[in-house]
């Protein structure tokens, strides 16, 4: 799986446990929605400015995410 993947289910997870839909949490961000959706597919790689927006709309730390991320590496390396 690769890291887009990776951050992809990570913010998506967020999203949901946030109840927001990607339609409302583009609106928060400023960003487009097919953007919020390629983000979460693995299809595009977020800027660490967009992953900073992303994590204060989300009520939570970029450095959380990242570590979410790194938690799914860790169990990839596993199996």
Do not use: W
């Not at 583009?26 to 597919?41: A, F, K, M, N, P």
């Not at 800027?47 to 799914?72: G, P, Y």
Request: charged fraction near 25%.
């Amino acid at each position: 799986m690769t890291i887009e993947k990776m951050f992809g289910q990570v913010l998506k997870k967020f999203r949901t446990s946030n109840k927001l839909s990607q339609e409302k949490l583009s609106q928060e961000c400023g960003l487009d929605r097919s953007y919020i959706s390629l983000l979460e597919r693995g299809l595009r790689q977020p800027s660490l400015t967009t992953i900073l927006i992303l994590a204060k709309v989300l009520n939570t730390t970029a450095s959380n995410m990242v570590h979410d991320v790194e938690e799914i590496i860790s169990e990839d390396n596993q199996n």
